[in-house]
């Protein structure tokens, strides 16, 4: 075999495998239906729920990486705490082995007729259901395809001499085969792809086990680079926990490198005790490390997070997504008082949109990454607290209320629905403002000022009416009338200039359809604000 079809093989060979990794994961997403978010938010009340949560989600989707990526997300976002997120990380470590006892099941002979009927199940059913399940056996079967073709163009460099004094030399310096272990990984972004790779090798005979091991545990501490990555720029609790993420790898692989005779020994019992394939002899050895590691350091989850604490100093700038106030005790106690609690949430929620507004108009002014990426976090924060501000007041409105408290519920249930319409017209505009960027598109200086002023009173307007339902002021609540009808004024005005910059041919056609949509979503913030005002006049 030439240089030549050995590098299209194992390169192909890698490609065909990691797309059947995605691809499988993204079927068995979508069997298992879109809740992964949600089931993370809910089953992480403390670190070893965690470590369950993490080992279920990343078999979900047969990724480590996946599931710390999306961890560091919620972190990020405020929905979990560093304590948590240390327990599902932990958790995707075990979860992450289950691909490669999938390896060492050695179905491969069959990767095409898998290939096939999961072909057949995608093209020729019109049920969503049936091509999900097609999409998981396509998935299964390009792995296995993927890793025969990638071990059959390795299959040459087992017999070069320089591959051999690799083996011997990994074999007495565990910490050389360490370092492949990880650079392989970082490379290639999968220590799935790694692993399989490693237990092919072994398979053919390629590797000692002695050599395979210390392979293996730098596949683990390569695999937290992609989770490094997704936390650069993110919030410091998202970076803690990455770094939570490399640390508990990195001492994993020390404990085991100081007990690597033993190790070994223990990975031989099961391999001739139980008859294992040398492909599964691998994934055994990953599932004991993983598994030994976790019992380890478990413990001492605290310490770990004490440790990226002081070594990422700093205060959380996290979003809290989280409602903070509402409590149902005070539903069964004093349906009054939780009207109050609920009252809070919605104030915490209208503060969010203030947020979100001024992101979005900063956004618009400077096109900077850092206001892009909290737009979508202000907009989920939104959703997520019209959800559970609603549930609470469905609950208090079962209780029975006075004639005052039934005003009260009801303004609040119409605010929580205009500042939910405003979390939308948000990210219309930040999605404008995105097309604007994306097609080079042009705004006359003109143009540009006249949005800033509109932005500018949008928020005013905004502003001042919360200001009006959290004191109940009607004056306040009459200005944000007095304000809407200039923001009205302005909305005719500029739908004017923009005509006239047309007929000039000083504005494009793309930048007027841009403005103009982005004039016409301000204005409707503005009418939200305005329902707001009037609900606070209705109910004094």
């Not at 050695?106 to 999409?135: C, D, E, M, R, W």
């Not at 609920?342 to 979100?356: D, F, I, P």
């Not at 930040?430 to 598109?441: A, D, F, R, S, W």
């Amino acid at each position: 075999m030439d240089l030549q079809e050995l590098l299209f093989m194992f390169f192909g060979g890698l490609g065909i495998f990691l797309f059947g990794i995605k691809y499988l994961g993204d079927g068995l997403q979508k069997v298992a239906g879109d809740g992964l978010r949600d089931l993370l938010d809910r089953f992480t009340t403390n670190p070893i729920m965690g470590v369950f949560a993490g080992i279920f989600v990343t078999i979900l989707l047969q990724t480590s990486t996946g599931t710390t990526v999306l961890t560091i997300g919620l972190v990020n976002a405020g929905f979990m705490t560093l304590k948590q997120a240390i327990g599902v990380i932990i958790g995707a470590n075990i979860g992450t082995t289950a691909t490669a006892f999938i390896i060492g099941i050695k179905i491969s002979a069959y990767a095409l007729p898998i290939i096939a009927v999961g072909t057949f199940l995608i093209f020729f059913f019109k049920n969503h259901k049936v091509n999900n399940y097609g999409q998981v056996l396509f998935g299964f079967g390009a792995l296995f395809l993927g890793l025969n073709l990638m071990g059959d163009g390795m299959k040459p460099v087992r017999d070069l001499q320089t591959f051999a004094d690799l083996t011997v030399s990994m074999s007495d310096n565990p910490l050389l085969g360490v370092a492949i272990g990880t650079i392989f990984t970082v490379i290639i972004q999968s220590s799935s792809a790694a692993i399989g790779l490693l237990q092919t090798l072994f398979a053919q005979g390629a590797l000692s086990l002695d050599a395979a091991l210390p392979v293996l545990f730098g596949d683990n501490i390569g695999t937290t680079i992609t989770a490094v990555l997704a936390a650069i720029g993110a919030s410091v609790a998202a970076k803690r926990a990455a770094l939570t993420h490399v640390i508990f790898n990195v001492i994993g692989t020390i404990l085991v490198l100081i007990l690597l005779v033993p190790f070994t020994r223990v990975v031989e019992y099961f391999q001739n005790s139980l008859n294992l394939n040398p492909e599964m002899t691998i994934a055994f050895a990953h599932g004991i490390f993983n598994v030994s590691n976790t019992l380890i350091q478990l413990p001492f989850i605290g310490v770990l997070a004490w440790i990226v604490v002081k070594l990422i100093p700093g205060q959380d700038s996290a979003i809290a997504y989280k409602a903070v106030h509402l409590e149902e005790r005070f539903i069964r106690q004093s349906p009054s008082i939780a009207l109050g609690q609920g009252k809070k949430e919605v104030l915490r929620m209208a503060e969010l949109s203030e947020k979100g507004i001024e992101e979005v108009g900063q956004y618009f002014k400077t096109q900077g990454k850092k206001h892009r990426e909290l737009i979508p976090q202000y907009e989920d924060a939104i959703n997520n607290l019209d959800k559970k501000i609603t549930d609470y007041l469905i609950q208090v409105s079962s209780h029975s209320l006075t004639d005052e408290d039934s005003k009260t519920h009801s303004t609040l249930m119409n605010t929580i629905r205009d500042l939910e319409r405003i979390g939308d017209h948000m990210e219309n505009i930040m999605e404008l403002v995105e097309y604007q960027i994306t097609n080079k598109v042009k705004f006359s200086d003109s143009a540009v000022a006249d949005l800033d002023e509109m932005f500018d009173l949008t928020l005013s307007t905004l502003r001042q009416a919360v200001k009006a339902l959290e004191t109940d002021d009607i004056e306040e609540a009459k200005s944000v009338l007095l304000k809407e009808e200039q923001i009205d004024k302005m909305e005719r005005d500029l739908r004017k200039k923009h005509i006239i910059r047309l007929n000039e041919n000083r504005c494009t056609g793309a930048a007027g359809v841009i403005y103009v949509d982005m004039v016409s979503n301000l204005e409707r913030v503005g009418d939200h604000a305005v329902n707001i005002a009037e609900v606070v006049i209705e109910a004094e």
